[in-house]
């Protein structure tokens, strides 16, 4: 019953209803409540003829906002009638509830020949011209003069009220404690009285004429005190007289002299008996679907906190799946760079190793050219002619042919201190950039009946189609795609004469009379019973045995990624890749005459054997 309180609740001042009373637009107020939000009309503007108020009103009398607002709220729509006394000059005002209210009107002080005593406990009078507006719907009404009495009493939602509190009130105390008392165990129907234990020993012991009597639980006890013979109701117009039918045409309870002397008498009218039954009948068989979408949305509601929960360990998994994938990317790369960081490695030892081969090289000769240099002039330091000719032609050959040995070459380095290495990590930086998630989400769609021939013929909540025609016809899904990895299948319920039914995508303005493919709109495979090919633009290729009967499965596999169209007979993949370099939108469609009937099944997860991304499956492409 928790959440029935808010139903309970006055959206003017927040708290349960006291006194209610019913406006004509069936909502309803507090009786003090309405008495505060009343405001006065000016006389120029107040009807001239009188229009009942309350239940008496089938059509609502509504006031003229643009000339008669002063303040106005933009986000409601409505504002506080100024512009005269009773009108104060205070913006609108808000309940406990959140809903705009009317400032309280100040009613016109009395004439002053009028010194009238109040009579004890009345409230003042309502003046004239008084308008009062439903704090929830906005809407206006001028009261008559029988003021907020023209409003009938809303006595089931008092009683509901009633025991709604009496339901949420501390347990029943004995009434017969003398002090602190106990809590009641029963009551006394006949005595109307709640007793604790030793109360009812001491004072309803059962024996004696106390033996008749039946004792209840409290809580009943309090159920049968609530259930006190029915309030008889009394006509708003005229008060002495019981209501006892119902007007159909006002939908609102008359009395007797209502239609004697009333505007119901040319009314049709019914016993209140009746109706009451009736209405009671058409609520509870309204309560009955209510009650069915209440269970719904309780169902729906556990659907989404199990959604809440799958949600978070699908997030958890796939962001471990996610560090996973990266760290794998991460390890790849580590051990690319141990690899290119042994090329350098080599590289730098083969540089050192032929530098220093040439250093020690050039050193030995080095040496002996000097040497043989100071050999010489030694040599020429001799002062003995004979002596040194006899030598003299063999060391001038040794030093032509030492100087020789330095020739061009010699003294030049075999090789250079750079390294001729350069990493090209441009394309891998790039494809780091371009690393993103693959749509890999199932769509689901159905047949378009808008955008198709109209010789098509749909069923199956528009999952399955046919045609009335010999001729191919076109038909197309309700959805485009232009990202991502789709997948969908189709099975033939029908297959009679052996037709070439053809399955593909198509452009938004493929043609619709023609087979799909025949026109460069539409990228297709169509297949008979023994054999299946590819055409766009009235292009055909790559004939494929194989065709499909009655209860075939044709799959179309359709990869933005790599921008690829492929298609499955039986979940086998019918020939090479289809069609390549793909871009752009594409509905799913087909083509078929009235030998053929397919129904669509989408939402499906992409093939096993494929992976989006990588190389053509079968090699080949076409």
């Not at 309560?287 to 799958?310: C, I, P, W, Y």
Request: hydrophobic share 35%; with cysteine.
């Amino acid at each position: 019953m928790d959440e029935m309180e808010e139903e309970l609740k006055c959206p003017v001042c927040g708290s349960f209803y006291r006194e209610p009373i019913i406006l004509p637009c069936s909502h309803n107020i507090c009786l003090a409540c309405a008495r505060n939000i009343l405001v006065q009309t000016p006389d120029a503007e107040s009807p001239q003829s009188s229009r009942a108020s309350g239940s008496g009103v089938s059509d609502y009398d509504y006031l003229d906002l643009d000339k008669m607002s002063l303040y106005s709220e933009a986000d409601s729509g409505y504002g506080s009638y100024g512009g005269f006394v009773s009108a104060p000059t205070t913006p609108c005002q808000k309940s406990p509830n959140g809903v705009r209210v009317f400032p309280p009107a100040v009613p016109q002080p009395p004439p002053p020949q009028q010194h009238l005593l109040p009579q004890p406990g009345s409230l003042p009078p309502i003046p004239r011209n008084s308008c009062i507006t439903c704090p929830q719907c906005h809407r206006s009404l001028i009261l008559d003069d029988r003021g907020l009495r023209g409003f009938p009493k809303n006595r089931v939602l008092e009683g509901v009220v009633d025991r709604y509190q009496q339901s949420k009130a501390a347990a029943l105390k004995c009434q017969l404690c003398e002090k602190s008392p106990k809590e009641a165990t029963v009551m006394c129907e006949q005595c109307d009285v709640f007793y604790c234990d030793p109360c009812r020993l001491r004072c309803h012991p059962p024996r004696g004429p106390l033996a008749k009597h039946r004792l209840v639980p409290p809580a009943q006890g309090r159920i049968s005190r609530r259930a006190s013979p029915r309030k008889i109701s009394t006509c708003t117009e005229h008060e002495l007289e019981n209501l006892s039918m119902y007007c159909v045409q006002c939908k609102t309870p008359v009395c007797y002299q209502c239609l004697e002397e009333g505007k119901h008498g040319t009314h049709e009218v019914k016993a209140l008996g009746a109706m009451w039954k009736l209405h009671k009948g058409q609520l509870s068989q309204a309560l009955n679907g209510l009650s069915d979408r209440a269970t719904e949305a309780k169902e729906f509601l556990v659907q989404l906190r199990n959604m809440v929960q799958h949600i978070q360990e699908n997030g958890v998994e796939f962001e471990a799946c996610l560090v996973a994938q990266c760290d794998a990317l991460i390890d790849a790369l580590n051990r690319r760079k141990a690899q290119l960081l042994a090329r350098v490695t080599k590289e730098h030892e083969h540089k050192l190793k032929v530098v220093r081969d040439q250093i020690s090289h050039c050193t030995v000769k080095l040496r002996q050219t000097t040497g043989l240099m100071e050999y010489c002039l030694e040599v020429i330091k001799e002062n003995d002619p004979s002596g040194f000719l006899q030598i003299s032609d063999a060391l001038i050959r040794r030093v032509h042919m030492t100087e020789s040995q330095w020739g061009k070459g010699t003294l030049t380095p075999r090789m250079t201190s750079d390294f001729d290495l350069t990493l090209d990590s441009g394309p891998l930086l790039q494809t780091i950039h371009q690393l993103d998630f693959v749509q890999m989400k199932v769509a689901w769609f159905i047949f378009d009946p808008a955008s198709a021939h109209p010789d098509i013929i749909f069923s199956n909540d528009n999952l399955t189609v046919t045609c009335n025609s010999y001729d191919d016809r076109v038909v197309m899904g309700n959805s485009a795609f232009s990202r991502g990895v789709h997948y969908w299948e189709m099975t033939v319920d029908r297959y009679d004469n052996h037709p070439d039914p053809a399955f593909g995508i198509a452009r938004s303005d493929v043609l619709k009379d023609v087979m799909l493919g025949k026109d460069d709109k539409a990228w297709a495979m169509y297949v008979d019973n023994n054999r299946s090919w590819f055409m766009h633009n009235n292009s055909h290729t790559n004939r494929t045995d194989g065709g499909i009967t009655k209860g075939s499965t044709i799959g179309v596999l359709l990869d933005f990624t790599r921008g690829i169209l492929i298609f499955l007979i039986n979940d086998e993949q019918q020939g090479p890749v289809a069609f390549e370099g793909l871009e752009g939108a594409y509905y799913p469609a087909i083509s078929l005459n009235r030998n053929v009937q397919v129904t669509l099944h989408t939402g499906l997860p992409i093939p096993d054997f494929y992976t989006p991304g990588e190389a053509d499956p079968t090699g080949s492409v076409c």
